[in-house]
């Protein structure tokens, strides 16, 4: 999907960064044992992120 969008809207390295930066905050605010660790779910924070700040 990322790649499919970075052909319309966003560049796959500003995913990259973002994604990186949003496991980076999960990881700081939180025991790295947490059960509620969900790789997708910072996914599709990230990309929604990309995807507000691209316009």
């Not at 796959?12 to 905050?25: G, H, S, Y």
């Not at 969900?38 to 700040?53: K, N, S």
Request: charged share 25%; aromatic share 10%.
């Amino acid at each position: 999907m990322a790649i499919a969008l970075s052909k319309q809207a966003i560049r796959v390295e500003d995913f990259r960064q973002t994604l990186m930066a949003t496991i980076k905050e999960w990881e700081n605010t939180h025991d790295l044992n947490d059960p509620n660790w969900d790789y997708y779910q910072c996914w599709l924070t990230a990309l929604e992120t990309v995807l507000v700040e691209s316009g």
